[in-house]
């Protein structure tokens, strides 16, 4: 499996997946994507059925991974995949709710929402690859609360690795300041920037834009571009299909609250290589850039200051990154459409698909979608506690409300359970007027001692920072 970039690069040179794991995007801008979705027919599902979580994983990943020697590979998945970091030997177990009505765990690894999937495979993936010729790597990044933890937590005391997570300094919740602040891991480094989040994200850009710096000391980011991230989060589609259905191609419905479009495009993946999913139901919170191109096959990302700050906060988003990457599926993979339809975005703002030959492509691609706000998710936080005695996360709640919309009683529904309610007991609160439960390892979080490098928003001090630690 060699991999191309959504805008061209790399078609007469098709590169490796070891190449693409530490980029962020190609040299054109673009996206890496494999050249060809593997296609698997009902005898390979059958052949999958039965596996456990980490077997299961390396038949999917040894699919899209085939410049890793398989027994290695298989090492990293069993490392990455244990019951101790995610909770059980199932990692992503489901559970019924209703009759055809199911939530899918993804959020039981260490920091409580389903990036861990795929960051806790990433981060033993790039202590691997590193390792192979003694390079490193200081990876980069600016967090307004998961993906910085994610990333400490599959990062932390690997060989070869550092962490420079900007956050903006008093702007997370203590929750989530603690989880971040109290690694004492000496490869973790947690600066918090005065400013927001959009000023941390400014300086991340202004270093890696520095390409002197970024070369002499070689910085990366684990973005939600990665692929290997996409790749990862595939096998629990296949996962939850699995546990729903009895085998003979009946589809199944998934719904996934979104933000930058990761986790929903693995189940475009997983669709795309055959795996019998009927629809893709899309949520988004009041920021509904994705509903919008859904329902009008208008894609108008949003400025930064028409984003808003919402109670289901990591799908808060302007624009959705992987969304390039479905776009290049619905355009028949011509870079040439893409480049020119990103070019629009650049000049005019937005681009259309009505009318256009992709239309259709749009509508056999199984998405459908919806918004939901927050008097929606205190709605189905309460609704769900009451019928069902289970107390799900905001951004879970978003992708229940409208899964339910979206709902035929005859095909069995997963909503995908994103993070855990003890990462956001204020809105759990504010729904069910007590607090959620908390799993005991996180007990006494917040008494932890913490520490963190405060800093000015200024790119030149943050650079002097990592100079003087890398
Ligand atoms: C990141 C995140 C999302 C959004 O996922 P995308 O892959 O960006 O669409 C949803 N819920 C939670 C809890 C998250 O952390």
């Known amino acids: 499996m060699r991999y191309v970039s959504t805008r061209g690069a790399w078609r007469e040179d098709p590169q490796p997946f070891s190449a693409i794991l530490l980029e962020g995007l190609a040299p054109d801008g673009g996206l890496a994507m494999p050249q060809a979705y593997p296609r698997l027919d009902a005898a390979a599902l059958a052949a999958l059925r039965p596996l456990g979580y980490r077997d299961l994983a390396h038949a999917v990943l040894s699919l899209f991974v085939t410049d890793i020697p398989g027994a290695d590979l298989k ?69 307004s609360g998961d993906t910085g933890s994610s990333a400490e937590y599959a990062m932390r005391g690997k060989r070869g690795l550092r962490v420079f997570m900007l956050s903006p300094h008093e702007r997370m919740s203590p ?55 996409v790749a990862a989060q595939v096998v629990y589609y296949f996962k939850a299909y699995f546990a729903v259905t009895r085998g003979g191609g009946d589809g199944v419905d998934f719904a996934v609250p979104s933000g930058n479009f990761g986790n929903i495009l693995a189940g475009h993946v997983a669709r795309q290589m055959g ?76 681009f259309d698909l009505k009318g256009t030959p992709y239309a259709a492509s749009v509508a056999a691609s199984g998405f459908v979608s919806g918004k939901s706000t927050h008097a929606d998710r205190l709605a189905t936080i309460r609704d769900v506690a009451a019928r069902y005695g289970v107390v799900v996360d905001p951004h879970t709640a978003d ?72």
Request: aromatic residues 8%; glycine residues 6%.
């Open 75 to 143: 090492a990293l998945i069993d490392r990455s995949y244990t019951a101790a970091t995610f909770g059980s030997d199932e990692i992503t177990p489901l559970s019924t709710l209703a009759p055809g009505l199911h939530l899918l765990h993804v959020s039981n690894g260490p920091t409580l929402a389903f990036k861990d999937i795929a960051l806790q495979l990433l981060g033993n993936l790039f202590e691997y690859v590193l390792g192979k010729d003694g390079r490193e790597l200081n990876i980069l990044g600016a967090t």
């Open 175 to 229: 929750f989530q300041q603690a989880q971040m602040f109290s690694l004492a891991d000496p490869n973790i480094h947690n600066l918090a920037i005065d400013g927001v989040f959009d000023d941390c994200q400014d300086i991340v850009k202004a270093v890696s834009c520095d390409a002197a710096f970024k070369a002499r000391w070689k910085i990366g980011t684990v973005n939600s571009i990665n692929w290997a991230r």
């Open 275 to 350: 795996l019998p999913i009927r629809r893709l139901i899309l949520a988004t919170n009041e920021n509904d850039v994705l509903d919008e191109f859904f329902r009008t096959l208008t894609y108008r990302p949003r400025a930064t200051a028409q984003t808003c700050a919402t109670s289901s906060p990591s799908m808060d988003i302007s624009k959705a990154s992987n969304f390039e990457r479905y776009v290049f599926d619905i355009v028949g993979r011509d870079p040439a459409v893409v480049r020119a339809l990103w070019q629009r975005l650049d000049t005019e703002g937005s």
């Open 399 to 470: 992708g229940i409300k409208v899964g339910q919309e979206h709902r035929d009683a005859r095909v069995p529904l997963v909503c995908v359970e994103t993070a855990l309610p003890a990462k956001f007991a204020a809105t759990i609160r504010e729904a069910l007027g007590r607090d959620p439960e908390r799993p005991a390892a996180y007990a006494d979080l917040e008494r932890r001692p913490q520490r963190c490098e405060r800093l000015p928003a200024d790119a030149a001090r943050v650079k002097a920072f990592i100079a003087a630690h890398a």
